[in-house]
């Protein structure tokens, strides 16, 4: 079977590490959201409050998810899953991660400090929660440049 490969823009890349790295310096707080896919498979990060007020913790608003999932079809795209950053630990789900996290979404995760960017599906295996890694390609800054 043949996996199929997501692709992370550069430029999303360095939205997500800007805004990631200010939440941490500000608060120790993490950013999260939804990520986006075309038919193109490029990813597209959207932004959405994070309403946990502890440190080291996301939360988001699943009627904002619903809401933001309606307003993006129009434009043939679709919310794949959530993301969110890890201020001090790798790009892997955590226990909380997991037991939290809906079957039917992916999580993109990113650590801060490693520059680090990953992608899980989450399946039950055995009736327990696993997280299984995505392929992901995240492209260079070199592919920025344009040909004239």
Known sequence: MKKTKFILPYNEKRRLHYHAFRAQQKDQSEVCGVVLVGLDRKIRLQFLPNLSTSSCSFEVSIRDVNVFKRQVAEQGMRVIGIFHSHIVSEAILGPY??????????????DICGRQVRMWRIKKITGEKVAIEVPLTVESRSKLRTSH
């Open 97 to 110: 991660d997991l037991q939290e996290a809906p079957l039917s979404y992916m999580q993109l995760i990113y």
